[in-house]
Nanobody, 125 residues
Framework: QLQLVESGGGLVQPGGSLRLSCAAS????????IGWFRQVPGKEREGVSC????????NYSDSVKGRFTISRDNAKNTVYLQMNSLKAEDTAVYFC??????????????????WGPGTQVTVSS
């Protein structure tokens, strides 16, 4: 069974960068879109970015567009989220999730069936 584990979170100053990784085990990421989501206490989990199986399609929320870049290495069964120019409002627990989907990807939670436990990102001076 597919398991996802996020890593790379931590404490960073405003304007800094982090790269999150989402590593898969138990199965490959073939034919799966991967999404990155984040959540702060008391708020809904929101989609941040996603990437299609072939990497031909990516989406970003307006709040991170131009600052975050998603990529994947199917040979390594890993998806990355490069986060630059971080702001205090990016502070959240970040989750990756997979959806069986041949084409495209969605920032909505529907269809994502496997989730990692999350990694904390804190942006603070």
């Amino acid at each position: 069974q597919l398991q996802l584990v996020e890593s790379g979170g931590g404490l960073v100053q405003p304007g800094g960068s982090l790269r999150l990784s989402c590593a898969a085990s138990g199965a490959t990421l073939d034919y799966k879109a991967i999404g990155w989501f984040r959540q702060v206490p008391g708020k809904e989990r929101e989609g941040v970015s996603c990437i299609s199986f072939t990497s031909g399609s990516t989406n970003y929320s307006d709040s991170v567009k131009g600052r975050f870049t998603i990529s994947r290495d199917n040979a390594k069964n890993t998806v990355y989220l490069q986060m630059n120019s971080l702001k205090a409002e990016d502070t959240a627990v970040y989750f990756c999730a997979s959806a069986v989907r041949l084409y495209g990807c969605s920032l909505g939670r529907n269809g994502y069936t496997n989730w990692g436990p999350g990694t904390q990102v804190t942006v603070s001076s």
